[in-house]
């Protein structure tokens, strides 16, 4: 049986462009640290490729390993937590919940970038939740519920802990709430 987490492939070519979005808005954390290092480059580029129907989901599974290992190559937690957001990215061709992880990390790197701005990690996941088009809401209103599966990246690894779990959970609940 499939993961819900997976997500059907049409969707999961609708989220990967928003999951694009999120890790590209903090890769400049990444590349002043690491300014030769394309990996998170190239893996936001794949997601952007995949969501336009040009790769494979099967080509992509391994690139997001590729992308997270990018992580070593830096030292500041914003920078490793922005090389993280592009390895998620690329990874939501392989299962769509990795796109609520590029958003996560994402918005751990914005904030560890302005520890001195309590409102930064907030302001990331507003920004990120105005950039979801209708048909990724949608398609991200599909995905269970942070730790109801535990076959997956909303399962009780990584992601459900911590400011990533935080960020998840407000990003979900805003897909819940009733609009008016």
């Known amino acids: ?39 998170p480059r190239d893996a936001i580029a794949r997601a952007r490729a995949f969501s336009r129907g040009e790769l494979r989901a ?12 990018a992580a070593n190559a830096v030292s500041s937690s914003a920078a490793v937590a922005a090389a993280r957001a592009a390895a998620q990215a690329v990874g939501v061709a392989h299962m769509g919940a990795h796109a609520l992880g590029a958003a996560a990390y ?13 409102s930064a990690v907030d ?12 048909a990724t809401r949608a398609a991200l ?3 269970p519920l942070l730790g ?9 690894g990584l992601l459900a802990s911590g400011v990533l779990g935080t960020v ?5 609940a805003d897909l819940t709430a009733e609009r008016p």
């Open 1 to 39: 049986m499939v993961s819900p987490q997976a997500l059907s492939e049409d969707d999961r070519r609708t989220v990967a462009a928003w999951a694009a979005d999120c890790a590209e808005r903090v890769l400049p954390l990444f590349e002043v640290e690491a300014p030769d290092d394309d990996r």
């Open 58 to 69: 099967a080509d992509e599974i391994r690139q997001r390993f590729v992308a997270g290992r």
């Open 106 to 118: 994402a918005a751990k790197a914005a904030g560890l970038a302005h520890p001195d701005r309590a």
């Open 123 to 134: 302001d990331e996941i507003r920004w990120q939740l105005h950039r979801m088009t209708p």
């Open 141 to 143: 209103q599909r995905l």
């Open 148 to 156: 109801q599966d535990s076959a997956g990246p909303l399962g009780s």
């Open 168 to 172: 998840i959970e407000k990003i979900q």
